[in-house]
């Protein structure tokens, strides 16, 4: 029986599953040593963001003695560790949320149309793999790469759409957002 050939080739980085096209993006690499009795051991130490650009994403973090083959492990890792995030609109956050990992501390604002990503490298990359368009995101307390990608992931893990919140009270999304005054037009007020 014949086998055809996979495009790619073994442990390719332009693998993708079935009906999904994930993009990858290298964070950070780091050269690591380990000192044993005849000098030091090197390796390196790699930090992945995989996402569909549809609303998930994952990171994953690995080690191995080359380079290819720790941005490959981190690679696989963060595809297993992937979640969902709910999108207004399809390019923003519902609404501001704040996460920590550590030391790290980050805070992330929904932003109008238009405003693109402002936000620090690990973040960064992180908003491109999901597919957020408009955010505005500040790191505080660390500039470590791992600590601000965890801190990141546990803020948007923090996220809730407005017909989730419904559903976990037993209300309608009309509800949720209150009442709207239906004379006035949206932005405008009365003269005075």
């Given at each position: ?62 080690k ?6 720790a ?44 405003t ?8 960064r990359?992180?908003?491109?793999s ?16 791992h ?25 309608k ?12 037009p ?7």
């Amino acid at each position: 029986m014949a086998r055809e050939p996979r495009e790619g080739g073994r442990g390719g980085r332009d693998r993708e599953r079935e009906g999904d096209e994930l993009i990858d993006k290298l964070v950070t690499i780091n050269r690591v040593a380990k000192v044993v009795k005849g000098g030091r051991r090197f390796a390196f130490a790699a930090l992945v963001v995989v996402g569909d650009q549809k609303g998930r994403v994952g990171y994953g973090a690995g080690k191995a003695r080359e380079v290819p083959e720790a941005i490959r492990k981190a690679t696989e890792r963060a595809k297993r560790a992937m979640i969902r995030v709910p999108m207004k609109e399809g390019r923003t956050l519902h609404h501001d949320v704040s996460g920590h990992f550590g030391a790290g501390k980050v805070i992330l604002r929904s932003a109008e149309a238009g405003t693109g990503i402002i936000a620090g490298g690990p973040m960064r990359a992180v908003f491109e793999s999901l597919g957020i368009n408009d955010v505005v995101a500040k790191s505080l307390g660390t500039r470590n790469p791992h600590n601000m990608v965890k801190a990141t992931f546990d803020a948007l893990t923090r996220c809730a759409s407005p017909r989730s919140i419904a559903n976990r009270r037993g209300k309608k999304v009309a509800e949720i957002f209150g009442k709207r005054d239906q004379n006035a037009p949206a932005g405008e007020t009365a003269d005075v």
